[in-house]
Structure formats: structure tokens, C-alpha cells
Nanobody, 127 residues
Framework: QVQLVESGGGLVQTGGSLRLSCAASGRTISTYAMGWFRQAPGKEREFVASISSSGVSTSSADSVKGRFTIFRDNAKNTGYLQMNSLKPEDTAVYYC????????????????????WGQGTQVTVSS
């Protein structure tokens, strides 16, 4: 079992930055792909970014390209989402997810591909 705990959310003004962290426990996540998803009120959960277990491959949604960066530190068993140039439409609960992935290069963009989820952290961007 893998337990995931997100942190780093909060209230920020338009144009500001936040860094979300996803701390894993229970297993070493160096063989797990990770992803970030978000869900705004009244909307479905949507893909934000994903990263392969080795960190060499990443993918991000068009809506966040050039603003958000996903990365990981396997030595710290932690994944990150650096969010810059935040917009009000980025307001949502952000969730991290993980799944076993022996391939160091595979990443996953569908929520159904992930086995483990954190409890979420709220990000609110004021206009």
C-alpha cells in the first residue's frame, strides 16, 4: 500500500505561484508513476500533469503548459507540482496519484490508471 499526502495549497493572487508536494509512504515510489489531477466545484476531476517513475518523461494538460511543472525527488519519496502564473480558473482541489510502473519512461494521463490517491489540497486563486 502507498499512502499519499498533499501539501502546499492555499490562497494566492492571480499571477502568483505555489508549489504542491505529494509525500509518499508505505513503499518506495521510485517504481511508481505519479500524476496530479484537480477538481473544481461542479466539475469533473481533470488531468493536470504526470511523470514517469524515473522522472525522464512528463506530460501536462494544455491548460497548464508553460505554467505548471511536475517533477519528483525519489530520494525524498516525494512528487511536486510547481504552479506559476496562476489564474482564477486554476482554483480547485488538487490531488496527487500514483501507480506501479516498472517502465521508467511511462506516464499516465487517465485518472482510472492510478491505484493510489491523496486526500487533496485546496488551491484558490483570487482575481
Amino acid at each position: 500500500q502507498v499512502q499519499l499526502v498533499e501539501s502546499g495549497g492555499g490562497l494566492v493572487q492571480t499571477g502568483g505561484s505555489l508549489r504542491l508536494s505529494c509525500a509518499a509512504s508505505g513503499r518506495t515510489i521510485s517504481t511508481y508513476a505519479m500524476g496530479w489531477f484537480r477538481q473544481a466545484p461542479g466539475k469533473e476531476r481533470e488531468f493536470v500533469a504526470s511523470i514517469s517513475s524515473s522522472g525522464v518523461s512528463t506530460s501536462s494538460a494544455d491548460s497548464v503548459k508553460g505554467r505548471f511543472t511536475i517533477f519528483r525527488d525519489n530520494a525524498k519519496n516525494t512528487g511536486y507540482l510547481q504552479m506559476n502564473s496562476l489564474k482564477p480558473e486554476d482554483t480547485a482541489v488538487y490531488y496527487c496519484a500514483a501507480r506501479p510502473s516498472p517502465s521508467g519512461r511511462a506516464y499516465y494521463t487517465l485518472a482510472g490508471s492510478y491505484n493510489y490517491w491523496g486526500q487533496g489540497t485546496q488551491v484558490t486563486v483570487s482575481s
